[in-house]
């Protein structure tokens, strides 16, 4: 099961007692500002939740699956999370 963006809003409506609209620019505003952060080179970190980073992910040799052929993938830049005690435990298997 996955939840999507509208269904999130509506569980922020309802469980903040606001609207969806308000819900809504309030998702989009926290997106955006942790967009904005790691855009920047900054970490994002929420306490009790987790920490956004970027990786640097080195170039490397690849293969293309269908040939053998190798091929040079470039270096990138990656968002990482890590999910800190307090969500890690909410998602173990007991």
Excluded: W
């Excluded at 099961?1 to 505003?29: C, F, T, W, Y």
């Amino acid at each position: 099961m996955s939840i999507n963006r509208p269904q999130l809003i509506d569980i922020i409506a309802k469980k903040g007692n606001i609207s969806k609209v308000a819900a809504s620019e309030s998702l989009k505003l926290v997106l955006g500002s942790i967009g904005e952060a790691l855009a920047t080179g900054e970490n994002v970190t929420l306490v009790g939740f987790g920490t956004f980073r970027i990786a640097e992910l080195a170039a490397r040799t690849g293969r293309n699956p269908q040939t053998g052929k190798a091929l040079q993938i470039p270096a990138k830049k990656v968002v990482r999370f890590k999910a800190r005690n307090e969500l890690a435990s909410k998602v173990k298997v007991k």
